[in-house]
């Protein structure tokens, strides 16, 4: 059974930096595309960002696009989202999800539908 906990989420002032992870425990982590989702009050889960089993892929909301990074070390079972110029409209609470995937696909899922395993989530709250 694939388990996923995230941590790293906290209250910042707008301008700020965090860094999210997400531990894997079970099936192979290394087979798993990874992706970071946000769910904002009273709005739908969104995808943030993804990457592929290898790394080599990956993907930014045009929203985050140039302010967060996504990296994964598979030695650790773990992904990350790095943020940076955090912004008031950046709250939300984020989930990290994860989807089984041949080696050979390098698009990235950005549906929550396509994502089998998920976290019980991160707040991030970023104060103006």
């Known amino acids: 059974q694939v388990q996923l906990v995230e941590s790293g989420g906290g209250l910042v002032q707008a301008g700020d930096s965090l860094r999210l992870a997400c531990q894997v425990s079970g099936g192979q982590f290394s087979r798993n595309a990874m992706a970071w989702f946000r769910q904002g009050p009273g709005r739908e889960r969104v995808i943030v960002s993804g990457?592929?089993?290898?790394?080599?892929?990956?993907y930014y909301a045009d929203s985050v696009k140039g302010r967060f990074t996504i990296s994964r070390d598979n030695d650790k079972k773990t992904a990350y989202l790095q943020m940076h110029s955090l912004r008031p409209e950046d709250t939300a609470v984020y989930y990290c999800a994860a989807r089984s995937t041949i080696l050979s696909v390098s698009t990235i899922a950005t549906s929550s539908d396509d994502y089998p395993h998920w976290g019980q989530g991160t707040q991030v709250t970023v104060s103006s």
């Open positions: 990457i592929s089993r290898g790394g080599g892929s990956k």
